[in-house]
T-cell receptor, first 114, second 112 residues
Framework: DAKTTQPPSMDCAEGRAANLPCNHS???????VYWYRQIHSQGPQYIIHGLKNNETNEMASLIITEDRKSSTLILPHATLRDTAVYYC???????????????FGTGTKLQVIP | ETGVTQSPTHLIKTRGQQVTLRCSSQ?????VSWYQQALGQGPQFIFQYYREEENGRGNFPPRFSGLQFPNYSSELNVNALELDDSALYLC???????????FGPGTRLTVL
């Protein structure tokens, strides 16, 4: 079972910041938070991941609360091409042994509106 | 640098048949994971291959099997196809078993 809770859907105006929340209250100390998105009928696209510090890359920013029980993915200037299902996933850290199997939940369907 | 590629893009089979799906990993990646995504659901982990060995498996029956080749490409084989096997099959590659996974476009399998 997925270890995360996300709202099923959200709308965002084009050009505005999209803030996608995720609850992961049972996250353990060695688990990372990953975000992927899936545009209709395509393979999931990796966005960003983090452990406890905020992270930023060319696609998005990831804000993780101090207690690590929740996080927010921020798309700073949403475009129509950002319309997709966004998945928040917690998974084992690199070098923790074993393997990483990405356990997807149902995600948040983000609709960017013109 | 080429990304993850999968073939074929679409496939139609009948119940009881066997199917083989193929995946070429991203350059430099040595690990391949396979996922099944039913309509309206998130992808479900099938198994992972690392250094030509199965490195982990999800809750799928033995009729789902795989191979990884020395060039790190991979095949997913499904025997005795059932109607519920109709889904998008996704392949993801990574630099190692615990590293970030990058997904291919998927193969849409329809079982009639």
């Amino acid at each position: 079972d997925a270890k995360t809770t996300q709202p099923p859907s959200m709308d965002c105006a084009e050009g505005r910041a999209a803030n996608l929340p995720c609850n992961h209250s049972t996250i353990s100390g060695n688990e990372y938070v990953y975000w992927y998105r899936q545009i209709h009928s395509q393979g999931p696209q990796y966005i960003i991941h983090g452990l406890k510090n905020n992270e930023t890359n060319e696609m998005a920013s990831l804000i993780i609360t101090e207690d690590r029980k929740s996080s927010t993915l921020i798309l700073p200037h949403a475009t129509l091409r950002d319309t997709a299902v966004y998945y928040c996933i917690v998974d084992t850290a690199p070098d923790s042994g074993g393997y990483q199997k990405v356990t997807f939940g149902t995600g948040t369907k983000l609709q960017v509106i013109p | 640098e080429t990304g993850v590629t999968q073939s074929p893009t679409h496939l139609i089979k009948t119940r009881g048949q066997q199917v083989t799906l193929r995946c070429s990993s991203q350059s430099g990646h040595n690990t391949v994971s396979w996922y099944q995504q039913a309509l309206g659901q998130g992808p479900q982990f099938i198994f992972q291959y690392y250094r030509e060995e199965e490195n982990g498996r999800g809750n799928f029956p033995p009729r789902f099997s795989g191979l990884q080749f020395p060039n790190y490409s991979s095949e997913l084989n499904v025997n005795a196809l059932e109607l519920d096997d109709s889904a998008l099959y996704l392949c993801a590659s990574s630099f190692g078993p615990q590293e970030t996974q990058y997904f291919g476009p998927g193969t849409r399998l329809t079982v009639l």
